[in-house]
């Protein structure tokens, strides 16, 4: 499998804004859906965005709707996600996913599965700490 590396995590306080950024094989950009999951102490897995091969078709968990942009660069073989407003309920492992599916503009359907079951390719996780 194609490694994901992700980076960009950190300790910030509530209200401020982190940049997450994953980079991978370049076989996957332009071909993969993309998505970020997170994980917060004790609590399973959940889809925070998705985001299709050709980058423009993208959708939010209601909880990170209008805080939260994902992007990629394809360019730079890197997935980013910006992320403004942080609570402290967003503190949690980040992780970045990829799968290929052909036929998809949109995000291909495993990519919205609860929990990520089926993902091809995961990252290792970066870590958000948000203060209050």
């Known amino acids: 499998q194609g490694q994901l590396v992700e980076s960009g995590g950190g300790s910030v306080e509530a209200g401020g804004s982190l940049r997450l950024s994953c980079s991978g094989p370049d076989y996957l950009f332009g071909r993969a859906s993309w998505a970020w999951f997170r994980q917060a102490p004790g609590k399973g897995r959940e889809g925070v965005a998705v985001?299709?091969?050709?980058?423009?078709?993208?959708d939010y968990a209601d909880s990170v709707k209008g805080r939260f942009t994902v992007s990629t660069d394809n360019a730079k073989n890197t997935l980013f996600l910006e992320m403004n407003s942080l609570k402290p309920d967003d503190t949690g492992m980040y992780y970045c996913?990829?799968?290929?599916?052909?036929?998809?503009?949109?995000?291909?359907?495993?990519?919205?599965?609860?929990?990520?079951?089926?993902?091809?390719?995961w990252g290792q996780g970066t870590q958000v700490t948000v203060s209050s």
């Open positions: 996913a990829a799968t290929i599916a052909m036929g998809y503009v949109s995000p291909c359907p495993i990519m919205r599965t609860p929990g990520g079951g089926g993902v091809g390719h």
């Open positions: 985001i299709g091969p050709g980058g423009r078709d993208r």
